[in-house]
């Protein structure tokens, strides 16, 4: 059965969430809006034991969704219509990396408040509808800045901001990287690689990323990253 998350099952939600991919993001939602704002909205689903065995969080209309694998998607996805999602994801990809090591040691700047606009056209620089949606963007990605929900790297050359990596979700434990980006003109110079182990280095606890193009897996295996 799904419930709409409430103070008592809050333990037991970030419990389940930990060293979960999916559950790291809906983690870092959930402690970036909290269970009142109305910007995000938190459910989770029970087995028959009482246990958590699937968690949920909505925002734009989109539904994350994170279970262990016991839980009903027949119900999730009749839960799904009856809360007016558009899209469902379960926030995999073909390809689950995790970060071991690497002999190369790099160092870039620190995404914080006083930079954040300035990744923006990194990160969207193919997007022709980027600035309808700048400041919801900017809303979101600078208060989970502010207050280390997630964190991020960027390189700046010629006076502006060309390569940035962020992560999309962090647990105590975890944390999923995403928003890999190095604009057109500054690729193929070594700013990939160094953004990304700048990144993954500076992160206290494990490190992964998802991936559904085996180029781009065969990329991140040779800095560092292993299946």
Known sequence: MIKLLTEDRLPDFTAFCDKKLTGAVIFTRLKTYGLCSGDALFWYSENADGCINAVFSMTDGILLVCTDGTADEEEISIFAGTVGAVSVTY????YTLKFTSSQKKFTAEDISGENIKDIFDVIFEDDDNRKSYFSRWYTDASHKIRHGFIHGKCIYRDGRCVSVALTSGETDSVA???????????RKQGFGEQIVLSLAQSLDKEVFLLTDNEKTMQWYEKIGFCK
Request: net charge positive; charged share 20%.
């Open 91 to 94: 926030g995999k990809a073909r």
């Open 176 to 186: 999923v990287i995403s928003s890999v980006a190095t604009l057109s003109d500054y």
